[in-house]
C-alpha cells in the first residue's frame, strides 16, 4: 500500500501533532514529584548513613580483633615468661635441694671421719698406754701351792705361793679362794661370792711386793662334809681351788689374775686346763 492508498483524512489525523498538556496538570503533579524526590534523598541519606555505620562497625571490628590479638599475643608470652620463670624457680628449688642434700651428706661423712679419726686417736693412745703399762706393770701369778692336807676337822689347810713377774711393784694384794670337792671342774669359778662355808677370808697385802720378789699365804678351807671327804680319799673326786688375786700396778691401776687348780687325796698339785688368765 502507498500513500496515495491512504485516506486522505485518515493520514491528516495521523500527522496531526499531540495536543498541548495542560500546565495546571503539570503544577498539580509537582508536589508528587517533590515528596518523591525527598523521599529518595531520605533513602539516599539513609544509605550513606548506614554505609558509615558499616564502615565504623567494620573498622571497630578489625581494631577490637587487633587489640585481642596483641593482647592474646601479650599474654601468651606472658605465659612463656612466666613458664620459664616457673621452671627457672625449678631448676633452682632442685639445685637447691641437691645442694642441701650434698651438704648434709657431706657434713654426714664429715662427722663420721672426725669420729673415726677421734676413735683411732683413743685407740692408738689406749694401745700406747697399755704397750707402756704392759711393759712396766707388775705382773702376780700363782706360782703354786703347798703343804696341802685335809685335817681331822674335816678341814684342808694349804699355802699359795704368788710371785711377781713383771718390772714393776704390785700393791694392796688380795687373794681369795673357793675350794669344792668335784668330779669334774666347774663351768665357771667364782670370785667375790662364796658360800660362808667354804670362804676363805682374803689375805690383804699392807705392803708391796717387788718385781721378781715370792710371798706365801696360807688358807683353811671347809669343813667338808664324810661323803666329800670319803670320795676324795677313795680317789673318786679331787678338791678343785679356784680364786683370784687382786692388786694395783704402778699405773694405779686394777689388775687381777684368776686360777685354778686341782689336788688329790695324795696332796699331789696340777693346775687346770682353763681359768687361769691374768688381765
Not at 18 to 29: A, C, H, M, N, S
Not at 173 to 192: D, H, N, R, Y
Not at 243 to 259: I, S
Request: glycine share 6%; proline share 5%; hydrophobic share 35%.
Amino acid at each position: 500500500m502507498t500513500d496515495s492508498d491512504v485516506d486522505p483524512d485518515r493520514r491528516s489525523d495521523q500527522e496531526q501533532p499531540p495536543p498541548p498538556i495542560d500546565r495546571i496538570e503539570i503544577e498539580g503533579l509537582r508536589p508528587f514529584v517533590e515528596r518523591y524526590e525527598a523521599d529518595q534523598r531520605e533513602v539516599r541519606r539513609r544509605e550513606r548513613k548506614r554505609y558509615r555505620l558499616e564502615a565504623l562497625t567494620f573498622a571497630a571490628v578489625i581494631i577490637y580483633s587487633t587489640i585481642t590479638a596483641l593482647q592474646w599475643y601479650q599474654a601468651l608470652r606472658a605465659n612463656r615468661l612466666t613458664e620459664g620463670a616457673v621452671r627457672a624457680a625449678r631448676d633452682a628449688a632442685t639445685a637447691g635441694t641437691h645442694q642441701v642434700t650434698e651438704l648434709k651428706e657431706s657434713n654426714r661423712l664429715t662427722r663420721e671421719n672426725a669420729e673415726r679419726a677421734q676413735q683411732s686417736a683413743n685407740e692408738a693412745l689406749l694401745l700406747t698406754r697399755q704397750l707402756n703399762e704392759n711393759d712396766g706393770r707388775a705382773r702376780v701369778l700363782v706360782k703354786g701351792f703347798g703343804g696341802v692336807a685335809v685335817i681331822p676337822n674335816r678341814t684342808a689347810e694349804f699355802t699359795a705361793v704368788i710371785q711377781n713377774y713383771g718390772k714393776a711393784p704390785a700393791e694392796g694384794i688380795v687373794i681369795t679362794a673357793f675350794g669344792q670337792i668335784l668330779e669334774s671342774l666347774p663351768e665357771k669359778i667364782l670370785i667375790g661370792h662364796w658360800p660362808a662355808n667354804r670362804e676363805i677370808k682374803p689375805v690383804i697385802g699392807s705392803g708391796v711386793l717387788p718385781p721378781g720378789e715370792s710371798a706365801k699365804h696360807p688358807f683353811r678351807i671347809g669343813p667338808f662334809t664324810e661323803d666329800e671327804v670319803r670320795a676324795l680319799v677313795q680317789d673318786k673326786k679331787r678338791l678343785v681351788v679356784t680364786g683370784a688375786v687382786l692388786y694395783l700396778d704402778y699405773f694405779r691401776t686394777d689388775r687381777k689374775t684368776t686360777f685354778c687348780a686341782t689336788v688329790d687325796q695324795q696332796g699331789r698339785f696340777g693346775w687346770c686346763d682353763r681359768f687361769n688368765n691374768v688381765y
